[in-house]
């Protein structure tokens, strides 16, 4: 009976010790290190004469992205799927 209680008292801290110590390995053996890489190309989306619009999975629309001749324009939609909320970009110049 004493063999036993020792045991259970024994495993649980010999449990952790050895995940902490798999960890401290697994660190070494394989480290996660995240290297950004230089951007060689920027992808381009072309917008279309209309706009874009962005929508949920149900097919309600959520967002639309469109130009007008004074610049950019973002629009967010409510629940009625009406314009709720605009943003507008002026160009500043032709260069972007």
């Known amino acids: 009976m004493g063999h036993t209680s020792i045991r259970r008292k024994l495993a649980l ?3 952790i010790g050895v995940a902490f110590l798999a960890g401290v390995v697994s660190h070494h053996l394989w480290p ?4 950004a890489q230089a951007m060689l190309s920027v992808s381009t989306i072309y917008v279309p004469p209309d706009g874009l619009v962005f ?3 149900d097919g309600k629309p959520i967002a639309k992205l469109s130009r007008t001749g004074r ?3 973002f629009e967010l939609c409510d629940d009625a799927q009406e314009n709720s909320a605009r943003c507008r970009a ?5 260069r972007i």
């Open 13 to 15: 801290p010999i449990g």
């Open 71 to 73: 610049g950019a324009l």
């Open 55 to 57: 929508r949920s999975l």
């Open 90 to 94: 002026f160009a500043r110049s032709t």
């Open 32 to 35: 996660r290190d995240a290297h």
